[in-house]
């Protein structure tokens, strides 16, 4: 202070020094009188340190929830789930997905050592119940899911058949008394299965046409199996698709599209451009090069199959049989082996005998009570590369009617699914957004021009992981795609490295021997979390997103927990003050 009691410095002044400074020595300068306190909480002052310490584009408006820059950068810095405050280490073998009760009051998780153990989330969590799956013959648990109400748990695993044959079963157990109580098969093990409702379940199976033809049916089961009247369905098909090029269906999840128009959070801040858009395209492909490219809408069949229909003149209502009788009687000699045959041929099968596809997907009324069946499949070959998109209709979402669902014509064999997404990648990952409003998608890509001749031979994958965000309302991509994580196993080998989102935040595993967090509005990498191996899976509590499960190869699951929560959580010194107080009054008696 001047001898007059002013300031020595202006503000403008001390604001120009303070630049100068990291947020740390801001805060502390802060202490030494009000005038720099009031300088060092200045909203410009706190702006200019976010985007500096947080690396981010200045184009990036404010978090839309934030009352102030200082609280803002004090939200990043104290509330992301870093801390480690607990492992578990009650698995003898690699840990590979874990998944909260949406009460967050209980969490499950799957090992290699074939068990599933549920877990109560207290302050310190503790093992509550162990269940081994390997007198049901499996070879290990691979996912778990409660149910709406967190009465029922669905656990997904391996199953070893006649012969040392592998295919999937899902079990349902009570969380009242743990005991089983029905079990779904589930072919291929990689469906992994989920509920519908609190009482069905879907599953599914696969049915072999040809080498590289397949047929993927998907199942809506009763979770109580026991049920002994026979006018009562225990299952009912849902949906027949086929399959292409040795693709399968992997990966089926659920969204519910009722909180549509009132997310949780808008990923959109650049003048909300995917809301406002008109565009009905079917597919987007993330390896081209330009919108006007993503804006084509896919042809069907593909080129090399219009230009065999072309050449031998074959009209598309009898296509199939006439095409069969020209090469039968050697009219037609096509150049192809015999993969590429029997391509096109299912190709034109499936032409001519599929249900045509729902209502658009964006016209869903935000009051209405469908839900999207979402699941990886491809066209090009075995590895995953496209996420298909089926609407699931209100009557659809009971066992109740035929045993195999709805009553079609015979032109009608196969289901088409509503909406396609290519990702042009190896996807290996998924996950939804807690209002369902976002599909988040871990993938690697394939190199930008390559050509894919053989189905069998997959192109090379990257060691980057791309986490793409897709917004289920407009069907587009949203936002750049988060990097940080990397994986390394080539496609034949490559596996499932599961996400999860909070309201807030976005988290993943990785072959690196870390988990990641981002924030979803800024796009950044906020913590790298660290384990001994592999992380497989991590879960948010669905109440607390301050805390984060990862589970890992090392068969470990370690407990995150926010700086914040870890500071609320330690107990309170005595305060100097009332002790100084206390000294007083002895002093003066």
Request: aromatic content about 10%; some cysteine; glycine content about 4%.
């Amino acid at each position: 202070m001047a001898a007059g009691g002013g300031p020595l410095l202006p503000d403008s002044v001390l604001y120009e020094i303070f630049l100068y400074l990291d947020h740390a020595d801001v805060l502390s300068v802060g202490l030494v009188c009000q005038q720099w306190r009031a300088v060092a909480r200045d909203e410009f002052l706190w702006k200019e340190l976010f985007y500096r310490y947080y690396r981010i584009s200045r184009e990036v408006p404010r978090h839309p929830a934030a009352v102030s820059w200082y609280d803002e950068f004090q939200r990043l810095y104290d509330t992301i789930p870093c801390v480690e405050v607990q492992a578990l280490k009650e698995h003898n073998d690699q840990v590979l997905h874990l998944s909260f009760s949406h009460s967050g009051c209980l969490f499950a998780s799957c090992s290699k050592d074939c068990t599933v153990k549920i877990w109560s989330n207290e302050l310190d969590i503790s093992l509550q119940h162990s269940s081994n799956m390997r007198p049901y013959n499996w070879s290990y648990t691979q996912f778990s899911q409660f149910n709406s109400d967190d009465s029922l748990l669905l656990v997904s695993g391996v199953f070893v058949g006649p012969h040392n044959s592998s295919s999937g079963e899902i079990a349902v157990i009570s969380m009242e008394n743990f005991t089983l109580l029905s079990r779904v098969r589930n072919k291929p093990y990689d469906v992994f299965g989920c509920w519908l409702n609190e009482t069905n379940l879907i599953s599914g199976n696969l049915h072999r046409i040809g080498r590289i033809t397949s047929c993927s049916v998907l199942w809506l089961n009763n979770a109580f199996q026991g049920i002994e009247s026979e006018n009562v369905n225990v299952v009912k098909r849902l949906f027949k698709i086929q399959n292409l090029n040795a693709s399968t269906i992997r990966t089926v999840m659920v969204a519910d599209c009722s909180r549509y128009d009132s997310p949780d959070l808008l990923l959109d801040y650049e003048e909300q451009l995917a809301a406002s858009s008109t565009s009905t395209c079917p597919i987007f492909d993330l390896g081209s090069d330009s919108e006007e490219e993503e804006a084509k809408p896919k042809q069907a069949p593909e080129p090399a199959v219009q230009e065999l229909l072309d050449d031998v003149g074959v009209p598309a209502e009898d296509g199939l049989q006439q095409l069969f009788d020209d090469i039968m009687e050697g009219r037609v000699r096509p150049a192809m082996t015999d993969t590429e045959l029997e391509t096109k041929v299912a190709e034109l099968f499936v032409r001519n005998r599929t249900k045509p596809p729902e209502l658009n997907l964006l016209s869903t009324d935000s009051n209405s009570k469908t839900k999207y069946l979402i699941f990886t499949t491809g066209c090009l070959t075995y590895s995953p590369h496209q996420i298909g998109i089926k609407r699931i209709l209100p009557h659809q979402m009971t066992t109740a009617g035929p045993v195999l669902g709805e009553e079609r014509r015979s032109d009608e064999f196969f289901d088409s699914l509503d909406h396609v997404i290519d990702i042009h990648g190896h996807i290996i990952g998924m996950g939804l957004s807690p209002d369902h409003r976002y599909l988040y998608v871990n993938s690697r890509a394939w190199p930008r021009d390559c050509v894919i001749s053989d189905p069998m031979q997959p192109p090379p994958i990257a060691e980057e992981i791309d986490l793409h965000v897709f917004d289920l309302k407009t069907m587009k991509e949203v936002k750049r795609a988060l990097r940080a994580h990397r994986a390394y196993t080539p496609n034949e080998e490559c596996f499932f490295i599961f996400l999860d989102v909070s309201r807030d935040f976005v988290a993943s595993g990785a072959e690196d021997r870390h988990g990641y967090i981002w924030d979803r509005h800024y796009n950044i990498c906020l913590a790298k979390l660290q384990h001994d191996n592999v992380v497989n899976s991590v879960a948010f509590s669905p109440v607390e997103q301050e805390l984060l499960l990862t589970a890992s190869d090392d068969a470990t699951i370690k407990v995150w927990r926010s700086p914040r929560a870890v500071r609320s959580q330690q107990p309170r010194r005595p305060r100097p003050r009332k002790l100084l107080f206390s000294w007083l009054l002895n002093q003066k008696s």
